[in-house]
């Protein structure tokens, strides 16, 4: 486990098959009719989509409300499109449902100790998929220790911890506030 780090991991060894989907960058809708979902659109400006066919969803969090249960419901929507979900296996809908706990406990930590959070950014190629939330928040995340199951609040980062690949923080020098990112294997 990595709590700071320059840039993703390295190599992540062979390519698997299946939960590719069409590659393209997206970003959703300036606001989303109604509180539902905001739907993803073409981004012209998003750079273009690495050689291993990465697809990118970016949602916006300006001036939205219920940002925990929108960020899932554009995660879900994300998976569906990827052909994670409807999972036809128990292997693939417990991949699936790591991915909305994850998206739900960086967003719901950029809630309570940033000031909410800026972005989300989930981007996935054949062997993992990235998510990234930016906040402006200064505080470092790390699992609490000495966990303790059976004690309300601080579970966060260890559930992090527990169901990633790896994660970390990412900082811009001169530049306030952060990206908490976190990596999951796709389903096989």
Known sequence: MSTTRPCSPGDRGPEPSGASGTPGGAAPAAGAPDGG?????????SPPVPSGGAQVRRLSFDDQSGVVPLARDFARQALYDWGWL???????RAAAEDVLLVVSELVTN???????????????????????VTDRGDGQPSPRTPHRAGRPGGHGMFIVQRLCLD??????????????????????
């Open 110 to 132: 950029a809630c309570l100790h940033a000031d909410g959070p800026d972005l989300l950014t989930i981007t996935c190629d054949r062997k993992v998929i990235r998510l990234e």
């Open 167 to 188: 994660w970390g923080v990412l900082r811009t020098p001169d530049v306030a506030g952060k990206s908490v990112w976190a990596e999951l294997g796709t389903p096989a």
């Open 37 to 45: 979902v905001a739907t993803p659109t073409a981004d012209p400006a």
């Open 86 to 92: 409807p999972a036809a296996t128990a292997d693939r």
